[in-house]
């Protein structure tokens, strides 16, 4: 069964730090997307990066960067020199095929902590 | 500016009652999604919808039902047969073209809380 596991429930660091937060997955298929998306205190779930299983190069954007490496079926994001804005709820997605449909199975998120 | 917006952002409901929660989107995506959020754990699916008029149940359908009669709304009525429906509900959207993984974009959420 497709499965996602982000093992780290919570992560505390103090601002200026470096933090990479984990996701493993599972999957019988050959074709799959994953994602992260951000979650702050507000709620609203914002998408951060969606990347095929084609697609191996890590992808850097600013502060943010993610490692993707499909021998270890790990999905890892990465901040660099964290800032409090950052404090937030992380989530790590797969997709799924649901016959012609695709639907995404979520990790159960990590709660980032920055402290000043 | 194009987004999801969901309505209210609070509400609150006695036991025994159906509530209505709003969902609506201006970025012509033929494809909508509920989910539930409880404290500290990751999204369910309720429903989704590919197209107008037509919808599927996700994981946890049982206690909620939802309508899809125009492109730009997908309400979801949590009835009284949900038995625990406090939770966090969060709408979105996507493109929605059959046979790819799309990004799903979501509006702000709805908290809703049984009395």
């Known amino acids: 069964a497709q499965k996602v596991t982000q093992a780290q429930t919570e992560i505390s660091v103090v601002e200026k730090e470096d933090v990479t937060l984990d996701c493993v997955y599972e999957?019988?298929?050959?074709?799959?997307?994953l994602f992260w998306y951000k979650q702050p205190p507000s709620g609203e779930l914002v998408f951060l990066i969606r990347r095929n299983s084609f697609d191996e190069q890590n992808e850097i954007s600013g502060r943010y960067s993610w490692n993707f490496q499909k021998s270890t079926s790990s999905f890892n994001f990465t901040i660099t020199a964290s800032q409090v804005v950052d404090s937030a709820v992380y989530f790590c997605?797969?997709?799924?095929?649901?016959?012609?449909?695709?639907?995404?199975?979520w990790g159960a998120g990590t709660k980032l902590i920055i402290k000043p | 500016d194009g987004g999801i917006t969901q309505s209210p952002k609070y509400l609150f409901r006695k036991e025994g009652q159906n509530v209505t929660l709003s969902c609506e989107q201006n970025?012509?995506?033929?494809?909508m999604y509920w989910y539930r959020q409880d404290p500290g754990q990751g999204l369910r699916l309720i429903y989704y919808?590919?197209?107008?008029?037509?919808?599927q149940k996700g994981d946890i359908a049982e206690g909620y039902s939802v309508s899809r009669e125009k492109k730009e709304s997908f309400p979801l009525t949590v009835t009284s047969a949900q038995k625990n429906p406090t939770a966090f509900y969060l709408c979105?959207?996507?493109?929605?073209?059959?046979?790819?993984?799309?990004?799903?974009?979501f509006g702000p959420g709805t908290r809703l809380t049984v009395l």
């Open positions: 919808s590919q197209i107008v008029n037509d919808f």
């Open positions: 997605a797969l997709s799924e095929a649901w016959g012609s449909n695709y639907q995404l199975i």
């Open positions: 970025l012509n995506h033929d494809a």
């Open positions: 999957t019988r298929d050959t074709t799959y997307y």
């Open positions: 979105a959207s996507s493109i929605g073209l059959a046979g790819r993984t799309d990004t799903q974009y």
